[in-house]
């Protein structure tokens, strides 16, 4: 994965970790256009990178995310679009009257990445240092793991702009978090949340001391630990987690565990785990 971004960083770790920070912070990580492009890039390349196991997703800076970019979006409101800007965003290219089908156009593309942060097969461990705000929040609650630092807060600030509150599937995430009169309460007032209320209310695993290292180490020794397991087991856990949000029954779901087991038990992971168990060491699983 060679890829060159100018708005993000990847790194992949030979342990099969990867990392993945958003880097605007002289904009405090607003998602801009380019940032969204390189996101669904990237995202894209991970649906099919079996060697990246684990997605730690950090942001560099004072900021996790403060949304999106403003400034940049109100370009979505005006009936000239920068040529320049024409000829690298598609959904910027189209006739001046047709305004909102621009607006349709960006918002579908930024709502695409929660959707694919869920059906990428790798967990995903969101560190969250200073604000997440609006979209900022949305792409944490779309992780699979979060972790906080000290000075960590969280806002839905579409609300407080003029927007609706549910927007880039917090409606979705937020309820089944927290419960739906703390999501109702948090989406309706636009308040912002603290690290401590968020751990209190389950929207974060743990809160970390130490600034941005120990807050990498934390989610690195996390992953470790999951590293551990065998990949398709992992890979079937997260799909469960995912399909069990919206199944209609424990039925349904214990035929998918019922699939999920045969599968891993088909697999040569299955003999090196318990060969490892029984051994007394920790199982060598191949990246893929």
Not at 55 to 83: N, V, Y
Not at 121 to 140: E, L, R, V
Request: net charge positive; glycine share 6%; aromatic share 6%.
């Amino acid at each position: 994965m060679k890829t060159e971004f100018k708005t993000i960083t990847f790194e992949l770790k030979s342990n099969g970790i990867g990392i993945l920070c958003l880097n605007r912070p002289e904009k405090l990580n607003a998602m801009s256009f380019q940032m969204i492009k390189e996101l669904h890039q990237i995202l894209d390349e991970l649906m099919v990178n079996l060697n990246c196991r684990i997605l730690i997703l950090k942001a560099k800076g004072t900021a996790f995310c403060a949304g999106l970019d403003l400034k940049e979006s109100m370009i979505l409101q005006s009936k000239k679009k920068p040529p320049e800007l024409k000829d690298i965003f598609y959904f910027l290219d189209v006739p001046e009257k047709d305004i909102i089908k621009a607006k349709m156009y960006a918002q579908w593309r930024t709502s695409q990445i929660i959707v694919k942060m869920r059906k990428i097969s790798q967990p995903i461990i969101a560190i969250i240092q200073g604000a997440a705000t609006g979209a900022g929040f949305a792409f944490a609650l779309a992780a699979d793991i979060r972790i906080a630092g000290e000075n960590a807060k969280f806002n839905n600030a579409f609300i407080n702009v003029g927007f609706s509150g549910a927007d880039l599937g917090s409606s979705y995430h937020l309820p089944r978090l927290i419960g739906m009169s703390r999501a109702a309460e948090i989406l309706y007032t636009g308040r912002f949340i603290d690290a401590n209320e968020a751990d209190k209310i389950g929207l974060i695993s743990k809160i970390v001391k130490g600034g941005e290292e120990a807050l990498l180490d934390s989610a690195k020794d996390l992953a470790k630990t999951m590293l551990a397991k065998s990949p398709l087991g992992l890979r079937m856990t997260k799909e469960a987690i995912n399909l069990s949000m919206d199944s209609p029954s424990l039925e349904t779901l214990i035929q998918l565990e019922n699939r999920s087991q045969m599968l891993c038990s088909s697999s040569e992971d299955i003999m090196e785990g318990v060969q490892a168990f029984f051994e007394k060491r920790t199982p060598q699983y191949p990246l893929k």
